[in-house]
């Protein structure tokens, strides 16, 4: 199962973007989507996984979750858009990620790529830095990773572009 990690486009999706997500098998977007025609975009590529952020309208917090909560190939899998680091996480999720770890932790937000095993609690954390052309990051990445039986057999950071 090839799956590609995107957060952060702010309403722009390119066709580098584009041509990288189509080899994958599903989409995980950890929120600020930016618009509802940017989401159907994503669908019509493969199956969407996807949380809203805090810049995502209405139509788009109730189409999808703030949270997402899952099981593939084995790993459990929380994704939400503001949820921090190791060492450092959001005060929303701070309690239930000690109560309930998941196997991967995915969140965005910040637009700072950061792949970080979170020993204490025996997770992988992945923010997929941005892949729109707003804020703070000065290049454009998305997480591509192969989950089989229970196993990270492949994960690469593709770099698209400078902002």
């Known amino acids: 199962m090839k799956i590609g990690i995107i957060s952060d486009t702010h309403n722009y999706l390119c ?3 584009k041509k990288h997500l189509k080899e994958c098998d ?3 977007h ?17 199956k969407v996984r996807a949380v809203y952020g805090n810049i995502d309208s209405n139509e788009l917090r109730i189409t999808i979750p703030e949270h997402q909560r899952f099981t593939i190939e084995g790993f459990s899998v929380w994704m939400t858009h503001i949820g921090g680091y190791p060492g ?6 701070i309690n239930e990620i000690k109560i309930n770890p998941p196997d991967i932790f995915i969140s965005g937000h910040s ?11 025996n997770l ?17 990445t998305i997480v591509i990773m192969e989950l089989k039986n229970k ?4 994960m690469k950071v593709v770099e698209l572009s400078r902002r």
Not at 35 to 40: G, P
């Open 15 to 17: 066709e580098i973007t």
């Open 30 to 46: 950890a929120g600020d989507i930016g618009s509802i025609e940017l989401f159907d975009e994503l669908e019509k590529i493969t």
């Open 111 to 121: 637009h700072i790529l950061k792949i970080i095993p979170d020993n204490k609690l």
């Open 151 to 154: 196993k990270i057999n492949d």
């Open 26 to 28: 599903e989409i995980w």
């Open 88 to 93: 450092k996480y959001d005060r929303r999720i």
């Open 124 to 140: 992988l954390h992945i923010n997929p830095g941005a892949v729109g052309r707003s804020g703070l990051h000065k290049v454009r």
